[in-house]
């Protein structure tokens, strides 16, 4: 079922690295793309979201790129610390005709202290 | 005051048994969901209701059966438990938009079922 695509499937960073995730989009109609956070026995929650007529956004330590041409948006974590380990998810529509969005593989990021 | 709640938060059951979760959300949202999320946390929809009507249904076995009896509670119902139904299910629910457009989605606390 799973039609969007992320990457790394897992991440293990020093404290103050800069993990990146990656996510592949199909659907050039849509126009939010979220990333969502989940700790361990939570529910996953949403961390930052872009509409595609920025190309970044910024929200604390916690950047989305956003590239149109090549279909992709990414995570940027800045000074990662260890209570940013958890696994991330980002969502999108998996095709050009859907709509409804489905969630990445996602990303379980370890941050070392 | 919790904005999506589900319950219970674990389960543990027997093969063959029947089991239903109950999901409630207070934010006044048009669009619930189910997930279910396996071991190894992928997330994988498997229903959507929108003001009480079925939008979304994947490939879900027959022995899963979504109620909605209002657009602010989304109950699933399990017949004949197998062990491969074992994973967290997540309720979730959001101010659906249309025309390429949506809205963050809520997420329940999750509820942990355990097949024996």
């Known amino acids: 079922q799973q039609q969007v695509k992320q990457s790394p499937q897992s991440l293990i960073v020093q404290k103050g690295g800069i993990p990146i995730i990656n996510c592949a989009y199909e659907?050039?109609?849509?126009?939010?793309f979220p990333w969502y956070q989940q700790f361990p026995g939570k529910g996953p929650a949403l961390l930052i979201a872009?509409?595609?007529?920025?190309s970044e956004k910024k929200e604390g330590r916690f950047t989305i790129s956003f590239n149109k041409s090549a279909k992709q948006f990414s995570l940027h974590i800045m000074d990662s610390q260890p209570g940013d380990s958890a696994t991330y998810f980002c969502?999108?529509?998996?095709?050009?005709?859907?709509?409804?969005?489905?969630f990445g593989a996602g990303t379980r990021l370890t941050v070392k202290p | 005051d919790t904005a999506v709640s589900q319950t219970p938060k674990y389960l543990v059951t027997q093969m063959g048994n029947d089991k239903s979760i109950k999901c409630e959300q207070n934010?006044?949202?048009?669009?619930m969901y189910w997930y279910k999320q396996d071991s190894k946390k992928f997330l994988k929809i498997m229903f959507s209701?929108?003001?009480?009507?079925?939008?979304i249904n994947e490939t879900v076995p027959n022995r899963f059966s979504p109620k909605s009896p209002d657009k602010a509670h989304l109950n699933l119902h399990i017949n004949s438990l197998e062990l491969g139904d074992s994973a967290v299910y997540f309720c979730?629910?959001?101010?659906?938009?249309?025309?390429?457009?949506?809205?963050?989605?809520?997420f329940g606390p999750g509820t942990r079922l355990t097949v024996l």
């Open positions: 979730a629910s959001s101010q659906r938009a249309t025309g390429g457009r949506t809205d963050t989605q809520y």
């Open positions: 659907n050039t109609a849509f126009d939010y």
């Open positions: 872009i509409r595609p007529d920025v």
């Open positions: 969502a999108a529509p998996p095709d050009d005709n859907n709509n409804d969005m489905r």
């Open positions: 934010l006044g949202h048009d669009t």
């Open positions: 209701y929108n003001n009480k009507e079925l939008i």
